[in-house]
């Protein structure tokens, strides 16, 4: 790694910190609207962070590099990190006395839309402080999709979110040039949070509630501006209207941009959509017939309560709308595995994703082949595609390191002092960005507000991690990606 490079990548950085300098005083704002004394904070902090991000620009500023893979794994982790280390010091300084790792650990959770919490009182709390977690969110949101579908294909890293794009033929393409399908796509993710705010504000939420709901949902983030979630509100067209939002946010950028402007029913046929909605109709209708049957609720309103919470889970936005730890068994069984799957590749959804499977399906049934036939040369597909040895590797090599890095979490978590459950499903929901975990501690009822600073940190790390798509992060921890 050069000095060139290392210039070019804090340049963007300092351009990334002014974007969000100026956001900060969005909440100021808002602060300012309901007369709360922690406009100052924010304020003062956007002036602060605005002024160092600006020094630095300038002193970084010259003729960029071309933009190699070198570049681009450390860009992209120093662009998280800066984005986490500047999104967490309002969260500090006008929180409700948080330490720096929960002032951290609430800042990493909504830049990487987990939506795991620590704070509490969120019903009495300052709404600068909620509109400033809820703007965190969005934001990363849009800098996850831009992730998935400009630099981790050109990493190499999940290559799938752009099979189309990068496709041969030119007629897949929805736009000739890249800059007018960035334009396309912030119209169209702005204009998904608009038209997701006027939904839950006719429904029956507050404008305010209504804005800070639709910049999470959007975002499949989950931050809510009340404890108890979506079961505050006790209304059943919010939980669908939601449920809309939240699949509709978890199916690939490209698709929808590609539906939306050029009107092309036919590319949402993708099998990762497909498999998506399969999954996510087939656990709803199980899970509602089960609790229907245990006498727990009607059909029809038990299945408004599963098409809710398995979009949650499964889009890992982590909103709640009732405590499903007491569902009984089957119901935490079949969430806990919910948190593995995660959306479509290209959204802003988490977890495994979909096409991941689809990929390690079809890598397992070739190999099945081969045994029997073992001269025989079969391809790897998805759909009408063959996909390619780096793809494959790059799948196998994520699966392998997200079960590792789960296994190797959950054991340090144990050695914490913490049980089997809450062990697991913690690092399951930070890997995953699902938000909520399992159990009496962090289950949907509860949150992160009693865990120490070490376990904090260390869930904090495997967000990134797992948002990052972990290999992208520990590839530049390896000697020899800074020789040379």
């Known amino acids: 790694m050069n000095a060139t490079l290392l210039r070019s990548a804090f340049y963007i950085a300092a351009i990334c910190g002014l974007y969000l300098a100026a956001a900060m005083f969005v909440p100021a704002m808002a602060d300012l609207y309901y007369a709360n004394r922690d406009w100052q904070v924010f304020a003062i902090c956007g002036f602060m962070v605005g002024g160092i991000s600006a020094v630095t620009a300038v002193a970084m500023r010259g003729n960029p590099p071309p933009f ?13 990190v ?23 650990f609430e800042s990493v959770s909504a830049i990487t839309t987990t939506g795991s919490t620590v704070l509490t009182g969120l019903d009495h709390m300052a709404p600068g402080l909620l509109l ?44 000739a040039r890249m800059a007018s399908f960035t334009r396309a796509f912030l119209a169209i993710y702005v204009g998904i949070t608009i038209v997701c705010a006027i939904s839950y504000d006719v429904a029956g939420m507050s404008h305010f509630d209504a804005v800070n709901h639709a910049l999470t949902t959007v975002a499949t983030g989950g931050f809510s501006t009340h404890d108890a979630s ?20 978890s199916l690939p950028f490209s698709i929808l941009i590609l539906f939306i402007v050029r009107g092309r029913l036919d590319t949402l046929r993708d099998p990762q959509i497909m498999l998506f909605l399969m999954y996510l109709l ?39 709308s009732a405590d499903y730890m007491t569902w009984g068994s089957f119901a935490i069984v079949m969430v806990f595995f919910l948190m593995f799957m995660g959306g479509c590749s290209g959204s802003t959804a988490g977890g495994i994703k979909s096409y991941r499977f689809l990929v390690l399906f079809n890598m397992l049934k070739t190999g099945l082949k081969k045994l029997i036939y073992p001269n025989a040369v079969y391809s790897v597909r998805y759909g009408t595609l063959t996909v390619d040895s ?9 699966f392998s390191a997200y ?35 399992l159990g009496d501690i962090i289950g949907p009822a509860g949150n992160f507000s009693t865990m120490a600073d070490p376990e904090l940190l260390l869930l904090t790390v495997l967000m990134l991690l797992g948002r990052l798509e972990i290999l992208t992060v520990v590839v530049i921890l390896m000697p020899m990606y800074w020789r040379g």
């Open 68 to 80: 190699s893979r070198r570049l681009g794994f450390f860009l992209v982790n120093l662009l998280w």
């Open 82 to 104: 800066t984005f986490a280390l500047v999104g967490s010091i309002p969260l500090y300084l006008a929180g409700p006395d948080l330490s720096f790792a929960q002032s951290l």
């Open 132 to 175: 400033w977690r809820s703007l965190l969110q969005w934001m990363g949101g849009i800098g996850i999709v831009a992730l998935g579908l400009f630099i981790l294909p050109f990493l190499r890293i999940g290559g799938m979110a752009f099979f189309k794009m990068e496709s041969s033929d030119t007629s897949d393409k929805p736009f």
């Open 230 to 249: 979506f079961g505050y509100f006790d209304n059943p067209e919010l939980l669908w209207i939601a449920a809309f939002f939240m699949t509709v946010c």
């Open 282 to 320: 087939i656990a709803a209708f199980l899970l509602a017939l089960y609790i229907s049957l245990d006498g727990q609720m009607s059909f029809t309103a038990g299945l408004t309560q599963a098409i809710f919470n398995v979009s949650s889970v499964l889009s890992t936005t982590g909103y709640a």
């Open 390 to 398: 780096d793809t494959q590797r790059a799948v196998s090599m994520f």
């Open 403 to 437: 079960i590792l890095l789960w296994a190797v979490g959950s054991i340090a978590m144990a050695a914490l002092g913490y049980d089997l459950i809450t062990s697991t499903s913690a690092v399951l929901t930070a890997l995953s960005n699902v938000g909520p975990g």
